[in-house]
């Protein structure tokens, strides 16, 4: 028995006998599967609720720590460090006496200015009654008050320069590292110590110039820094540099961040982020519920088990989720997968809810 028979040529053809009697008999054979779906089946998707609540604009940008003051001590005077009061790293409050010259010198200056001022002013005096009873001429008397002048001048410099010998904190902060020891001479401008203010402390960054209208004060800035990873600070802008730079067409800003715990350190690298501007109310999905067609985005909304092809407005994207600023309501249920398998109308059952849904 043979199904198949040597036909013209070199083929075989099947033998139309037994092929009639296979069809008789086992007639499944001429059935083709079935497709996956059928007229009227639900399509399994997946799905999300539309989330509301806080979105914010947001600009990346970098920077950099600096102290909310620092200075230099420097003394204006030349002399020899009789007396250190601070020890490096300790905090001092503003007034404090840091540093002592050798004054002796200064203290003899201001003891011979006084006594020039003594002699001058008796001789003013002289003169004064000389005048008065017109024995004295009107440009001796001119003289004689001119050198009372010269004298009490003499004293006040004498004195300022007796109280350049003590050098205090113009400001409170935390003494860095000194340079000097007691018993040192130093000239004019000479770098003994640098004193920080850090609390709180600044983040100066820069953003392109394309943000600057959207930018103000008092909004606020996270900052992380490879010190403290993991960890965010926040802090409020506070100026905004008037001018652009014209080499990167950016914009400075300078935000005042708290720093109680003395965290933060001057010259740290920071990574800033920016919140420009917060919506209290925004509509957001999920980013794959989005469909891009061409320059126009949709998603397919889920109405009384069939889906509805919606066109939406996007704005901000943002972990993972996009702002819808038009299109959609807060009840509104989103496809997030199985995108292929529908269109328009097709009944579809949820199977493995997003978020909320």
Not at 53 to 58: A, E
Not at 82 to 87: A, D, G, K, P, Y
Not at 226 to 243: L, N, T
Request: include cysteine; charge should be positive.
């Amino acid at each position: 028995m043979t199904i198949f028979r040597r036909g013209p040529g070199c083929g075989w053809v099947p033998n139309s006998y037994y092929l009639v009697a296979l069809i008789y008999f086992f007639p499944n054979l001429l059935c083709f599967p079935a497709t996956a779906q059928g007229p009227g089946r639900a399509v399994p998707v997946e799905a999300a609720k539309v989330e509301v609540g806080q979105l914010s604009d947001r600009v990346m940008a970098v920077g950099t720590v600096r102290s909310n003051e620092s200075v230099v001590i420097r003394p204006e005077i030349a002399g020899r460090v009789v007396s250190i009061n601070f020890e490096e790293g300790q905090r001092v409050r503003k007034g404090d006496l840091l540093v002592e010259l050798d004054d002796s010198i200064y203290k003899a200056e201001l003891v011979q200015a006084e006594a020039q001022l003594r002699l001058a002013q008796r001789n003013y005096n002289r003169v004064e009654e000389l005048h008065a009873k017109q024995v004295a001429t009107t440009r001796a008397r001119d003289e004689a008050q001119s050198g009372l002048e010269v004298g009490t001048a003499a004293v006040a410099l004498a004195q300022a320069r007796l109280e350049k010998t003590v050098i205090k904190a113009p400001f409170s902060g935390v003494m860095g590292l000194r340079r000097v020891s007691v018993g040192a001479y130093i000239t004019v401008g000479f770098d003994i110590v640098n004193l920080e203010n850090i609390e709180p402390i600044k983040v100066d960054f820069r953003i392109a110039e394309k943000f600057l209208p959207a930018v103000r004060t008092g909004q606020t800035i996270e900052i992380g820094v490879d010190a403290y990873p993991g960890q965010s600070f926040e802090g409020k802008v506070y100026a905004i540099d008037p001018r652009i730079n014209e080499e990167g067409r950016s914009v400075v800003i300078r935000a005042l961040v708290p720093n109680e715990k003395l965290l933060l350190r001057p010259g740290l690298f920071a990574r800033v982020t920016l919140i420009m501007n917060l919506k209290k109310n925004a509509l957001t999905v999920p980013e794959q519920a989005i469909v891009p067609r061409g320059e126009e985005q949709y998603v397919y909304t889920i109405i009384d088990g069939k889906v509805r092809q919606k066109k939406v407005t996007i704005g901000t994207r943002r972990n993972g989720r996009v702002e819808i600023v038009e299109g959609l309501g807060t009840k509104d249920i989103v496809v997030t997968a199985g995108h292929l398998k529908i269109r328009d109308g097709v009944p579809v059952t949820v199977v493995n809810s997003g978020k909320g849904a």
